[in-house]
């Protein structure tokens, strides 16, 4: 499948097949292909919790509004990611490049993100947007449905992964074999609402 044939036909799936497993061949494809997403300075903020024991699955279902996919779906990973990440030896996201660039690249991330608690914030979830959508594109590509998540108690799931100081949770995706057709797409916005050249009309 292409790049554009997996963009258009990955849809938000509600309904999966309880049986079906994914074997680790595949889940770890999913990963390795969901970790090749990009982030500020090659941070790499996010972190995959995948839930495997299914009585945290019920657990986390219940707190997610008892939607079924949280349980059926053959897959559920939580998307989180540690706020701190860039001042945890920043030098190391250059690991491998010559010294002196690790050294500057370190510098660089260090005063791009002190004291800036909002780019600290916004830069979890711009990495956990990307890391979902790309889990999400591959997981269509290898013939799985899927669904980005956030209708949960934010809290109440933190709790019950163990969510570290300092990391937030950004959302569910869940991947597996779909057992219903997606509804057509509705409610698409206007091209003309949604794209804009150079700038938004003045007010
Ligand atoms: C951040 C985010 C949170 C979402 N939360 C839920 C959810 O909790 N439950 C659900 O069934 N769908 C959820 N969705 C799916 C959206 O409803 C769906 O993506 C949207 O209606 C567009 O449909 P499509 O993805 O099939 O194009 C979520 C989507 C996103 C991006």
């Known amino acids: 499948m292409d790049t554009l044939e997996a963009i258009r036909t990955r849809r938000a799936i509600r309904a999966y097949d309880p049986d079906h ?7 770890r494809t999913l990963l390795a292909a969901a970790r090749m997403a990009p982030s500020a300075f090659n ?6 919790v995948v839930v495997k024991d299914p009585a945290l699955r019920r657990e986390l279902r219940k707190v997610a509004w008892d939607q079924s996919h949280v349980t059926d779906a053959s897959v559920l990973v939580v998307l989180c990611a540690d706020r701190d990440a860039w001042k945890e030896d920043p030098a190391r996201y250059f690991n491998g490049a010559p010294d002196a660039v690790r050294q500057q690249m370190a510098e660089m991330i ?10 600290q914030q916004d830069e979890t979830m711009r990495s956990c947007g990307l890391a979902a959508q790309t889990l999400m594109l591959a997981a269509t590509a290898m013939g799985y449905q899927s669904c980005p998540m956030d209708g949960f108690d934010f809290e109440a799931v933190g709790k019950l992964i163990n969510l570290p100081p300092n990391h937030v949770v950004a959302m569910f995706v ?9 509804a057509p ?3 698409k916005l206007p091209d003309s609402e949604v794209i804009l050249t150079d700038r938004f009309p003045s007010r």
């Not at 497993?21 to 889940?27: F, H, P, V």
């Not at 941070?43 to 995959?48: A, P």
């Not at 260090?110 to 780019?119: A, F, M």
């Open 21 to 27: 497993r994914i074997s680790d061949a595949e889940l």
């Open 110 to 119: 260090t005063r791009y993100y002190e004291g800036r608690e909002w780019v």
């Open 174 to 182: 869940v991947i597996g074999k779909g057992t219903q057709e997606a």
């Open 185 to 187: 797409r509705v409610g």
């Open 43 to 48: 941070v790499q903020h996010c972190r995959f």
